[in-house]
């Protein structure tokens, strides 16, 4: 590393080169700045949470659980029963839906299982008003 004291013929000569400290300078407190001045990012996840009871003394129903497996094939079984199609699944996820407390709905999707199967069996549950729908079995996806 060097640096230039003079030419070496020892003439006075005008130095063209730019001074760029105070430049840099200024871009850093110029980027300090904008930093600072940047909003909080908030992430916030909305969540529905379980409503408070509004009456603690009335004694809660507990409400029973449905198994829902969606095998490998395709084959839909309720409670361990196949279901022949997706009206009939409809027509059990409606007499769900209707009750005042709801059952609880355990799906256990195959993990050979075609996506279709599920997302079409998801997308009765939840146009019917299904609000208790779980997965559960999900050990074997974490191999």
């Known amino acids: 590393m060097g640096m230039s004291v003079g030419s070496s013929s020892g003439e006075d000569e005008v130095m063209v080169e730019m001074n760029t400290t105070p430049l840099i300078d200024v871009m850093l407190v110029l980027l300090i700045m904008f ?5 909080v990012q908030t992430h916030a996840v909305k969540l529905d949470m379980p409503r408070p009871n509004a009456n603690p003394n009335k004694p809660q129903t507990q409400a029973a659980a449905v198994d829902l497996e969606v095998d490998f094939d395709g ?69």
């Open 75 to 143: 084959t839909i079984l309720w409670n361990g029963n196949v279901v022949e199609s997706f009206d009939q699944l409809a027509r059990y996820l409606a007499s769900v839906a209707a009750k005042d407390v709801q059952d609880e709905i355990h799906l256990r999707p195959n993990r050979l299982a075609k996506y279709d199967t599920v997302a079409k069996t998801l997308a009765i549950a939840q146009r019917l008003g299904v609000k208790k729908i779980g997965f559960v079995g999900n050990e074997q996806f974490l191999q």
């Open 35 to 39: 930093i600072m001045s940047l909003p």
